[in-house]
């Protein structure tokens, strides 16, 4: 019988994973809750680690003619403007790490993703309901109450994983304590300013922060994201809309750039930023879990979506080395290939110190997942 791989949720890992798959000649179905994807209105930096991925699957130029291509990260302190840190990206990437680093307009990001894959890889309004591990095959059934069988099942389904849930039982994650506030800006509002924009730059101070970046090359659009501290909001979803004065309120007294950002954003929406601590397993028979089902993170560190398509790329060479009937070594030499490095991410992602001062991200922007040795026996 042909192997039937079933990826859950058809988000910026997810499809990823796809792409992947198919390119290593696997057939492969999404099944995405969703009943279209939209255009969101948020932003996404991509590394040169990732960059280097989207060169393997033949999408890097097209990504990086259309996205913003800053010369540094900038650090800045929130009420002063002093330069906290410059790290060098540009064409200091391309030489260092060999692939540029973007910012880019997420749904942009995602649609190019998308259209890489065969036609109907995608099954749009098919939420996983409920998931058997039935031993020879697992038995999907989605909430219009359909049912489909698979060989092996990807839980790319987010932070709430459905899949997760069926490897390790029934527990929402945890609210951080941060609120990230995200809006984008037309280019043209900022032109009335006699004020520096730069193309990617993070105001600190000591609880709260504001990054700001464009997501394109034609500077059409800029948007910042927020960290600030907030009690757990009450409310069920992902988001919730918020205003100009609750952020005049949060950023009071800082820097006059900042204050210009908000009085021109137009929608601004307000994220909780919930996550959990490392998972005590990936996999479980015929189940593996990638992205934010398995390390979700507060996005400081701008490496969540970058995370998850570094596992896309572990997982597929991990299936590749074994073949799809050897799924649990697969599994097992995935989680032991990436677990050091997710949880690092994590870590240092939710502790919100990445590029504060002035160190040295080569570590994250100058490692190939597409060829780092596969390393056996650690866990
Ligand atoms: C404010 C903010 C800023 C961020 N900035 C960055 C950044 O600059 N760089 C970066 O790399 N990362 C960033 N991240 C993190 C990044 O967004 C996530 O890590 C990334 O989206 C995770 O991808 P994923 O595919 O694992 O999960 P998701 O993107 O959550 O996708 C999950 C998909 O599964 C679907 N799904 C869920 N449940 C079901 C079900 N039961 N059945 C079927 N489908 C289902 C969902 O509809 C969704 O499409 C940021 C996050 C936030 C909140």
Redesign the pocket.
Same mark, same amino acid.
């Given at each position: 019988m042909k192997d039937r791989i079933a990826i &859950?949720?058809? !988000?910026?890992?997810?499809?990823?994973m796809a792409g992947l798959l198919q390119k290593a000649g696997h057939d492969c179905v999404v099944?995405?809750?969703?009943p279209a994807?939209t255009r969101l209105g948020?932003? &996404?930096?991509? !590394?040169p680690n990732?960059m280097r991925i989207f060169r393997h699957l033949g999408m890097e130029q097209q990504l990086a003619d259309f996205a913003s291509h800053p010369d540094y990260w900038f650090s800045r302190d929130g009420f002063t403007g002093d330069y906290l840190s410059r790290i060098k990206l540009g064409e200091f990437a391309v030489k260092e790490y060999g692939a540029p680093y973007i910012?880019v307009h997420?749904g942009d990001l995602h649609e190019l993703q998308l259209k890489l894959l065969t036609p109907g890889t995608v099954r749009f309004n098919?939420?996983?309901?409920h998931v058997e591990d039935r031993g020879d095959d697992v038995l999907l059934t989605?909430?219009d109450g359909s049912q489909e069988t698979a060989s092996i099942v990807i839980g790319?389904?987010?932070?709430?994983?459905?899949i997760r849930e069926a490897l390790l039982g029934v527990e929402p994650p945890q609210y951080s304590g941060w609120v990230?506030h995200?809006a984008l800006i037309r280019g043209d509002q900022l032109r009335r300013y006699n004020l520096d924009f730069e193309k990617c730059v993070k105001w600190w101070s000591e609880d709260r922060h504001m990054?700001v970046y464009y997501t394109s090359a034609k500077q059409d659009e800029y948007y910042f994201?927020t960290g600030v501290p907030h009690p757990e909001p009450d409310f069920e979803g992902?988001f919730i809309d918020s205003s100009k004065e609750e952020l005049f309120a949060a950023f009071e007294g800082y820097h006059e750039t900042v204050q210009a950002l908000i009085e021109s954003a137009e929608t601004i929406t307000k994220?909780p930023?919930r996550n959990r601590t490392p998972l005590p397993l990936w996999s479980s028979g015929r189940m593996v879990l990638?992205?934010?089902?398995?390390h979700?993170?507060?996005?400081h560190?701008?490496?969540?979506?970058?995370?998850?398509?570094e596992?896309a790329v572990m997982l597929t060479r991990c299936l590749g080395e074994t073949g799809i009937s050897e799924y649990a070594t697969a599994f097992a030499l995935y989680e032991q290939n990436r677990k050091e490095r997710a949880s690092r991410v994590q870590a240092i992602s939710n502790a919100n110190t990445w590029l504060r001062t002035q160190e040295d991200p080569a570590w994250l922007f100058g490692y190939d997942i597409l060829n780092v040795p596969l390393t056996e026996g650690r866990g």
């Open positions: &859950i949720g058809g !988000g910026l890992g997810g499809a990823a099944y995405e809750q969703a994807f948020a932003g &996404i930096h991509i !590394g990732v910012t997420r098919k939420c996983l309901e989605f909430t790319a389904d987010g932070i709430n994983s459905r990230g995200r990054m994201v992902a994220w930023f990638l992205g934010d089902a398995c979700p993170m507060k996005p560190m701008a490496q969540g979506a970058c995370m998850a398509i596992d």
